[in-house]
């Protein structure tokens, strides 16, 4: 079967990994792709339209323009730059768009693709996170499947089983618990941008490595879940599993656990959400458990890692609180990472944002998200500008 494919965020690690699963598609299985975005990585984003022979090729950086244009001259490629040419490329008629965009920056779009009653390959964990009820209302009226990609909520849906929704009792997450997992929190204050990227197990870009690290990747997570699969926050828990062997688990009322486990590399979960409901022969590692020998598991301790119960607390709130938490989270890791604040005040920052900003009502429209993000933004920078 030949579907359309949308990619964005094509540049970054889920892109790349996306455009890889779809090269090793074989049999009857094939990718025509429409459009490809990326943002700084113009010579990457040239490469990938060319290889695929994309239709579209969009930076929604408006300064890359000439650059991409150059580069994509005499290929017969289409191409275009900035805010808006990123919505007209994510609304582009396709049959399934992967939704790769990094952060909040990806609601937009990926909004704009659901419109179009294209399917969404949801990575983005910031669309659910930021804009959960309206996000859903979205794709159910553009008539598109969600399919979920992050490798905890696409292990859930291959394991909850659709008629027997009434008997979920719970869903469990699995941590790696990151580079840290083992940390004292003094130790914590001290660690660098470059020591929270080193994840133990997944190869993924620079914010959700170092949110693995502070588990605030997790926080998102079970936000994300709370909304993708309408479980109320108490029915979702967090294990940390040191191996990410098991990707996640449904508990059911008979007792019975399923569980969905695999090496963990991206590129199943992709392929199950490209594939859906076909399952595609994919080229990954297939595990051993003889050499595996153990699976461990462990509570999360809340005091080192406090992030579990903000999510808890945005969860428990409603509303706007999902966007609140993440705006002051990119502000937290954007200091972090340009020096300007320790690994522990990220924390510190989204709590007290958190503290403060609880009147917003249940976002309308995304413009209402926005200025959730934009107030929980500028209250973190005051924080960030008085440490
Ligand atoms: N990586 C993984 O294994 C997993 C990722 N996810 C989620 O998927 C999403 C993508 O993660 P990941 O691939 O690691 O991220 P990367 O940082 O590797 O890639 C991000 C992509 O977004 C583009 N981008 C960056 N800023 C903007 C912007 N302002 N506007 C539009 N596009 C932008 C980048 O373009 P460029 O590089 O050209 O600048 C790149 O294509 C995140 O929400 C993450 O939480 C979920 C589960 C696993
Ligand atoms: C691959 C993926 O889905 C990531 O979100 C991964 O789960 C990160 O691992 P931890 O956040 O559990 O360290
Ligand atoms: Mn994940």
Redesign the pocket.
């Known amino acids: 079967m030949t579907r359309r494919l949308s990619v964005l965020g094509s540049t970054g690690s889920i892109g790349r990994s996306t455009l890889d699963v779809v090269a090793h598609m074989g049999g009857s299985e094939s990718c025509d792709i429409v459009a490809l975005t990326g943002h700084d990585n113009i010579d990457l984003l040239a490469m990938q339209a060319k290889r695929h022979n994309a239709r579209l090729a969009v930076t929604s950086n408006p300064r890359r323009y000439g650059e991409l244009k150059a580069a994509l001259a005499g290929s017969g490629i289409e191409v275009g730059a900035g805010p808006e040419a990123l919505i007209e490329a994510a609304s582009q008629p396709a049959d399934i768009v992967m939704a790769g965009i990094v952060g909040i920056a990806g609601l937009a779009p990926t909004l704009a693709a659901a419109s179009t009653g294209a399917d969404i390959a949801l990575a983005n964990k910031e669309c659910l996170v930021c804009a959960g009820n309206l996000f859903l209302v979205a794709i159910a009226s553009g008539g598109g499947r969600l399919l979920p990609v ?3 909520h696409n292990a859930i849906f291959q394991v909850l089983e659709t008629d027997q929704r009434h008997a979920v009792e719970r869903i469990i997450l ?5 580079p840290f997992r083992t940390l004292s929190r003094s130790d914590m204050a001290g660690v660098t941008p470059k020591d929270a990227a080193a ?1 133990p197990n ?1 190869s ?1 870009g620079l914010k ?1 490595s170092i949110d ?1 690290a502070s588990m605030f ?2 926080a998102l ?1 079970m936000i994300e879940a709370h909304y993708l699969f309408d479980m109320p926050p108490d029915a979702i828990e967090v294990i940390v599993h040191p191996q ?1 062997i098991i990707h996640s688990m449904v508990g059911y009322s008979d007792g019975s656990v399923l569980a969905q486990l695999g090496a963990p590399d ?1 590129r199943t979960a992709i392929g199950y959400a490209l594939g859906y409901p076909r399952r595609l022969a994919l080229p990954v590692e297939r595990l051993d458990f003889a050499k595996l020998a153990r699976l461990d598991f462990h509570a999360i301790d809340a005091e080192r890692f406090p992030a579990i119960d903000l999510a808890r607390r945005a969860m428990r709130h409603g509303h706007a609180q999902g966007a609140v938490l993440n705006g002051a989270k990119e502000a937290a890791l954007d200091a972090f990472i340009a020096g300007r604040i320790g690994f522990l005040d990220m924390v510190d920052i989204v709590d007290q944002v958190m503290d403060h900003l609880t009147d917003f009502a249940e976002p309308p429209a995304i413009e209402a998200v926005f200025e959730a993000d934009r107030a929980a933004r500028d209250q973190a920078e005051r924080l960030i500008a008085a440490l």
């Open positions: 992050d490798s905890e699995t941590a790696s618990g990151g994840h997944w993924m959700i693995s990747n997790k997570e990410s991206m």
